[in-house]
């Protein structure tokens, strides 16, 4: 590197460091205030509570597991974060605990419902999802990673409420094209 480029980069460096530490404004601690909490995050009260699933997957080979699982759904952060733990077995794979864990919130600043989901294989994705008043219906869909299929992939998944004790899920992996179907899966969770 010539001098000149390295005075250059140094003073490039040295701009970015003092206004990275330069005083910011209007940071007078009575000034701030909480914002209130969004009132789209009423619709997820719902999900609150404690819940019984069974429902089965279907691999690409298009051999059927049956699973069950309980899971438990509560507020965090002053109720502003939904956050779901599960865990469930396979019948047909019993020696395999599933244990998972989503997260539900409502970003306010791009005006849409989030969630993220990561479990105990390595699965982690996250994406967005839309809420149907006239169905009661959430519909879901986001990127992550399986590790059981080693890539990247793209999920859809719905949520629907029959009514306020029934839960009704189906979900779908595909490959990150959305040319070839991974796995699926749908069920029932009752409030427990």
């Known amino acids: ?19 990275g530490c330069a005083k910011p404004q209007n940071m007078d601690p009575s000034a701030m205030k909480m914002p209130s909490r969004p009132a789209e995050l009423d619709r997820l009260e719902s999900w609150v509570g404690t819940w019984q699933s069974t429902g089965e997957m279907k691999g690409a080979d298009g051999k059927t597991m049956h699973i069950t699982g309980n899971s438990t759904i509560g507020w ?55 809420y149907n008043e006239s169905t009661k219906t959430w ?6 990673y399986n590790p059981m299929h080693g890539q990247n992939t793209h999920w859809v998944g719905e949520v629907k409420f029959p009514d306020s004790s029934t839960m009704e899920w189906t979900w779908a ?17 009752k409030r427990m």
Not at 1 to 14: E, H, K, N
Not at 107 to 125: F, I, L, P, R, S
């Open 173 to 189: 992996t595909y490959d990150a094209w959305k040319m070839k179907k991974l796995e699926e899966g749908k069920g029932t969770a």
């Open 139 to 144: 519909k879901m869909t986001g990127e992550g």
């Open 1 to 19: 590197m010539t001098r000149s480029w390295r005075i250059l980069t140094v003073g490039l460096c040295a701009a970015a460091a003092a206004v």
């Open 76 to 130: 965090e952060c002053d109720r502003t974060v939904l956050v779901e733990k599960m865990e469930g077995t396979c019948e047909e794979m019993k020696e395999m605990k599933m244990m998972g864990m989503g997260v539900y919130t409502w970003d306010a600043h791009e005006k849409e419902y989030e969630t993220a989901y990561y479990d105990n294989m390595g699965t982690a994705a996250d994406g967005d999802m839309t």
